[in-house]
């Protein structure tokens, strides 16, 4: 066992984490299992699985299992559901300026509550157990206050209790700055220190629980016919996330792609088998498209903005200075040819600062009108098979059009495809599309 601990040791030297070489991670988790047949995993509990006392002490019963079947057990938790809202509203209604490194101070308080509360439930059981908080590890962030990324977890101490045989159960969603605060990682954040958690321990799968079984091949509530997907890539993970299936922070996906660490989603409320991401070549069948998502987005219409070097960067150069991100953009030339007209995206919470950025702009950028919409919606068909099948995209205009919906906006990448379309042919559009795709659920 010393040589792993040797390897932990190592993987816990901060930043070295990040650079630990795929094949000696692996060699980490050899180590392990010729040691024994002893398991690492890391699990998560999301709000709605920790949203109670019932809930939380199910899960202390969920956790004991792993436990009783051998396993070492490192468990990070959520607030509980809706806690966190509760804990931003106190931090805004107290402070209209931005709360800086106090709001850290608040809204990572829910995490201590329910990560004390799993601890005690374990230890109502008989199980060995104890609390970190993100300082306590420690997680080392950055100093962005609010939207803090983790530079370094150091295991030393946590890697050392777990294989004494104790349960760490780790708050989730804060970490510490290099000046001694509580930083939290932004809204959803402890899919991430799991993600993090594990990669640093050298954890051989990190389990996501939530309240859904899995990844579908789209929105359920919408496409009564979607399918639970065994298993996804990384890739087409990440896409998904950053498109509105809100199942995982991107973040964690971007982190889990990078470690190589195996994510499985699934349900805290049933035994159902739920979805792993993993690398490409551990897929056997790749489907060409593996799932359709769909995002609210708002557009904006710029009409008659001069045709001449530079104007891009002068509209797009004030926006991302007013950190509004902008997705999907095209560019005409008008009729007269000195000038263009250009639509983009952005995201709808972003639109009315957007174009208050915009119009502050006016004189230099001197176009004729500026034209919000909020009705729109943009829908992304996925997956890494399209590499490889032409025609995905074809299928895509062809099934829309077939519907009599207009597509008002394209993008593509290597793995995607998506248009932007009006809102009101949200469901007519995924549904037609799902099946065009062939992934409806037979029966
Ligand atoms: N409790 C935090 C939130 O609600 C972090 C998390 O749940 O992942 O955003
Ligand atoms: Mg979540």
């Known amino acids: 066992m010393l040589a792993l ?25 050899l180590l392990r299992k010729l040691d024994t047949d002893m398991v690492l995993i890391v699990q998560k509990y999301g709000g709605t699985s920790v949203a109670d006392l019932a809930r939380i002490k199910e899960v202390a019963r969920r956790v004991k299992r792993e436990v009783d079947a051998g396993n070492e057990v490192a468990v990070v938790v959520s607030a509980m559901a809706g806690a966190t809202d509760g804990l931003v509203a106190w931090a805004r209604a107290t402070c209209e300026e931005d709360a800086g490194s106090e709001y850290d101070v608040v809204v990572s308080s829910g995490e201590q509550v329910t990560a004390g509360l799993l601890a005690l439930a374990l230890q109502d059981l008989g199980v060995a157990a ?27 101490a946590i890697a050392r209790r777990l294989k004494a045989g104790e349960i760490a159960v780790v708050a989730g969603f ?8 509580i930083t939290t990682l932004g809204r959803g954040g402890s899919d991430t220190s799991a993600v993090a958690l594990a990669a640093a321990l050298g954890a051989d799968r990190c389990e996501i629980f939530t309240d859904v079984d899995g990844v579908y091949t789209s929105d359920p509530r919408i496409v009564a016919k979607a399918r639970k997907l065994s298993r996804i ?42 979805t792993l991401v993993v690398d490409e070549d551990e897929i056997v069948e790749k489907e060409v498209v593996s799932g359709i998502a769909y995002d609210h987005e708002a557009k904006i219409t710029l009409r008659k903005v001069a045709d001449r070097p530079g104007v891009a960067a002068a509209i797009f150069g004030p926006l991302a200075e007013h950190a509004i991100n902008v997705d999907m953009i095209v560019q005409n030339i008008s009729e007269d040819g000195v000038t263009a007209d250009l ?43 399209m590499r490889s099948h032409p025609g995905v995209a074809q299928t895509m205009f062809r099934t829309l059009a077939d519907k009599g919906i207009n597509i008002q906006v394209i993008s593509t990448s290597e793995i995607k495809v998506s248009v932007l379309i009006a809102a009101e042919y949200t469901e007519l559009a995924l549904r037609a599309l799902h099946t065009a795709y062939g992934l409806d659920r037979a029966g």
């Open 343 to 385: 639509t983009f995206t952005v995201a709808q919470a972003d639109l009315d600062r957007a174009v208050a950025v915009l119009e502050e702009c006016r004189p230099l950028l001197g176009f004729t009108a500026l034209t919000p919409d909020s009705n729109v919606v943009k829908i992304s068909v996925i997956g890494v098979g």
């Open 130 to 156: 104890r609390s970190w908080l993100g300082w306590q590890v420690p997680v080392r962030t950055d100093g962005v206050h609010g939207k803090a990324r983790i530079a370094a977890i150091e295991i030393g």
């Open 233 to 274: 890539t990384y890739e087409e993970m990440l896409e998904l996330a950053s498109l509105g299936a809100k199942v995982l922070q991107t973040r964690s996906v971007a982190m889990a792609m990078n470690h190589r660490v195996r994510l499985l989603v699934r349900s805290s409320f049933n035994e159902a088998a739920g």
């Open 5 to 29: 601990i040797t390897k932990i040791e190592y993987v816990a030297k901060g930043s070295r984490a990040r650079r630990l070489s795929r094949s000696g991670r692996r060699a980490a988790l």
């Open 174 to 181: 804060q970490g510490i700055d290099g000046q001694g605060r």
